[in-house]
């Protein structure tokens, strides 16, 4: 990640951004893969879900933060004081990686992978139950901007009540992840959050520019309740010595729809000429979660 950021700060042709892109994109997808397996090694079977939730929540805290920040900063210093912010970011973040962590005792941290040992059927639907969930989120940060601005916010206004719905996330993540692992609910409390999102992500599309921040944050904090209950599924399926690779296994089907969702969605609102299908969209992609969740529950416990 860190060697793709200075590659985008140097670049100077269009095929060296790619390059930078690319190489900042694959060291992305390594650490988001290796600190889940990391993370459940540290919890499993001791409040899991409030703390994946809390390692969940730094993605849309990073986006909350680079919407709010970065423009500020690209405006006084132009995109190469913006880039290299990010860089220093990602050093700062190795550095204390490097120096401070330590592996838990009894985790596998290397051997044999044994690939038919994997709960092929349950681990994938896990996988898409959170691609669906998080390519739902993407609709919502990523086309919400354009359809409050649609609906008379301002560029900045509509920039603001987006990150809005990602720090209400943030927020509400860790308190999610705490309630499904004292009451041991994990499950309900997906549910009512995947119901919840099927209810209040169309209603999104009808509001005023008074009221775009205050639903904007409540929808990002009923939705946000449960992402470390949905990431801590894997731990109910995957043996300790299958956990890197059933992990690898998981976080590429999630990486397939998050990459195949989003441009199919705004090329189906490009063809109806209308940007607010991508908010229907993104509810119909919740119906599929309560789907798998519902397949997940059934053939994990017929497996086990």
Known sequence: ??????????????????????????????????????VIDWFAGRNLAAAMAIFISSWPMGIGLA??????????????????????????????????????????????????ELPWVPLSLAALVWGFYNAALAMVFGFGPIILVNSGLSVAGASTATSLFMFAIVIAAPL?????????????????????????????????????????SLAGFLIGLSPGAIVSMTSQILPAN??????????????????????????????????????????????ICILALLAFRKTALSTS
């Not at 694959?26 to 889940?36: E, P, Q």
């Not at 992840?177 to 999102?197: H, M, P």
């Open 176 to 216: 999610g992840g705490w309630v499904a692992d004292s009451l041991n609910r994990r499950d309900a409390l997906i549910l009512f959050t995947l119901v919840a999102a099927i209810l209040v992500l169309p209603l999104m599309l009808y509001l005023s520019a008074s009221t775009a921040w205050i639903v904007f």
């Open 67 to 116: 919407l709010v920040t970065l423009p500020r900063v690209a405006d006084q210093g132009g995109l190469d004081l913006a880039w290299a912010c990010v860089a220093l970011v990602i050093a700062m973040a190795l550095v204390a990686f490097w120096t401070k962590y330590k592996t838990p005792e009894g985790a596998v941290a290397h051997g044999r992978i044994a690939v038919v």
């Open 1 to 38: 990640m860190f060697v793709g950021s200075i590659l985008v700060l140097q670049a100077s042709t269009f095929s060296g951004l790619v390059a930078g892109r690319v190489m900042a994109g694959i060291g992305g997808v390594v650490v988001n893969v290796l600190m889940t397996k990391m």
């Open 242 to 287: 299958a956990r890197a690779f059933g992990t690898g296994i998981y976080y590429s089907i999630y990486y397939v729809v998050m990459l195949v969702s989003p441009p199919m969605a705004g090329a189906l609102a490009d063809h109806m000429g209308n940007v607010n299908i991508t908010l229907i969209l993104a509810a119909g992609m919740m119906s």
